[in-house]
């Protein structure tokens, strides 16, 4: 059957203390309603609604990309009320699955779980066993299956003891849940139209309704705070991290590493401590990433290390590279094999080929550097000229002398020696040492300044 879901994220979030509606705080990188997106389409929604209502704008904005129905919920009058806003737009022959934009963690798999007990008339909910269940709605069953819901705030004691709790995910046949929800009242310790007693009235109708339980209490924990947030971030690492293990890759500690985006590992990958990947970054097979580094959007070939404290971000690297440590490599730094990039470089659109070193102290900013080149230390492409920028090109096998700088546009032929110290403005040929530099001179009978006595 054609599945509609239906995302509630209206609340204010107010315990977050931010100016950001709570949906748009970062989980791994990206919204906390994105993983709940993100699920939606891994279990083939067909239609999913969000029920918007606080920092409307800012949340649309955020989603501009996916393919969304937006229902504002002017007041926030309780979940059932949420609910309520969605059902225009959506078809009565469709099931509808209910998620909450801040409850990030639940697996594909478990959705899958609920939405299948949605069977014919039948009602899923997804409930799980809490130690301490303080604060949330209690599940009561009879005969196994769910009879209704019983909110703290209005239960009794012994109802209180319950530890099976609801998380507020459910899936129900639409046509059923409209007229459900035409009848809840507010008549309640909160004065809201709670969702949880469509519940009750599934049942009273003779609906079987299922109690779906979770495997574990942090996937389907909400975020409120600052705290919880923080929480859900580490058990979202673990879980990444964990899969990467059961992979083959390797970690120094699994706990000291963070993923924020996709990361994609060939074999016999090892993984140092406080290593930080961003976007989508690929990794061959036995590639080394050493301490404290940070890849966003790269490529890193096989075989190649990155030493300690490196930034790479939008820069590929070829087969058996040494980047670091200290080395940045920006977007359009694309380095073919056997090619060592070493400290307090930063190397910025430009190609460097096979067996070219940039070992120390330079800035490669627009060029193509070719085959075998040794680039001295403290080499510098001058490539803008505060308007526009230029290329550099240097042939294979040349040698680039220490602190030399190369004001572009410019070309070193192959093979070419440029003398250290030489500011090179116009094209050095192949095969011939060029140099730029002053005489240097020695000035007889010169004196140090002396201190002038007042
Ligand atoms: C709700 C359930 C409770 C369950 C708990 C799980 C009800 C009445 N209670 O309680 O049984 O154990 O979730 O966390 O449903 N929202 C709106 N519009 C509203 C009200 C809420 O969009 O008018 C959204 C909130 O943004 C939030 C979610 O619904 O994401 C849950 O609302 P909240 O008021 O926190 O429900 P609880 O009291 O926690
Ligand atoms: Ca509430």
Redesign the pocket.
């Known amino acids: 059957m054609t599945l509609s879901i239906v995302i509630?994220?209206?609340?204010q979030?107010t315990r977050m203390r931010s100016a950001r509606p709570?949906v748009l705080q970062t989980l791994a990188g990206r919204p906390l309603m994105q993983h709940v997106i993100d699920s939606s389409k891994a279990v083939g929604a067909d239609d999913i609604c969000v029920?918007y209502?606080f920092g409307g704008d800012a949340v649309k904005t955020a989603f501009a990309g996916e393919k969304l129905r937006w229902a504002l919920?002017e007041k926030?009058?309780?979940?059932?009320?949420?609910v309520m806003q969605a059902m225009p737009g959506t078809p009565d022959d469709h099931r509808v699955l209910i998620l909450?934009?801040?409850?990030p963690l639940i697996r594909p798999e478990t959705l899958q779980r609920v939405i299948d007990a949605c069977k014919g008339d039948d009602v899923a909910v997804l409930t799980v066993e809490m130690d301490d269940p303080f604060?949330?709605?209690r599940i009561v069953r009879e005969n196994g299956n769910v009879v209704r819901?019983v909110?703290e705030k209005d239960a009794s004691d012994e109802e209180r003891r319950i530890r099976e709790?609801?998380?507020?995910v459910q899936c129900l046949p639409a046509a059923r849940l409209k007229a459900w929800l035409a009848r809840l009242g507010n008549n309640n310790s909160q004065g809201?139209y709670?969702?949880?007693d469509v519940l009750g009235m599934a049942a009273g109708d003779g609906v079987t309704v299922h109690g779906i339980r979770a495997e574990s209490q942090v996937e389907v924990m909400?975020i409120?705070d600052r705290k919880q947030l923080a929480e859900a971030e580490r058990a979202l690492q673990a879980r990444l991290v964990e899969e990467l293990m059961a992979q083959g890759v390797g970690f120094a500690d699994p706990a000291r590493v963070d993923i924020r985006g996709k990361l994609k590992c060939g074999r016999d990958v090892f993984i140092d401590v406080n290593a930080i990947f961003e976007g989508d970054v690929t990794l061959g097979d036995n590639v080394r990433i050493e301490s404290n580094n940070l890849l966003r959007n790269c490529r890193i070939g096989d075989g190649t290390v990155v030493h300690p404290n490196c930034h790479i971000e939008g820069a590929t690297t070829g087969t058996q590279c040494e980047i670091g440590p200290f080395s940045r490599l920006r977007p359009g730094a694309e380095l073919a094999a056997n090619v060592k990039v070493g400290n307090f470089v930063e190397i910025k659109k430009s190609t460097v080929a096979d067996g070219s070193k940039v070992n120390h102290l330079t800035y490669i900013g627009d060029a193509a550097i070719g085959k075998n080149v040794n680039i001295g230390a403290g080499t510098i492409t001058c490539n803008y000229d505060g308007a526009n920028k230029y290329r550099t090109v240097i042939g294979d096998n040349a040698f680039i002398g220490s602190g030399v700088e190369l004001v572009a546009p410019v070309e070193v032929g192959e093979g070419a020696v440029i003398g250290a110290g030489s500011t090179i403005s116009k094209d050095a040929p192949a095969d011939q040492l060029t140099l730029e530099r002053s005489r240097q001179v020695t000035v007889a009978g010169w004196k140090k300044p002396a201190k002038k006595s007042h």
């Open positions: 509630l994220a209206a609340g979030g709570k029920v209502g919920q926030q009058l309780g979940t059932g009320h949420a909450f934009g801040d409850v604060g949330y709605g819901n909110e709790i609801n998380t507020g809201e709670y969702l949880t909400g409120n």
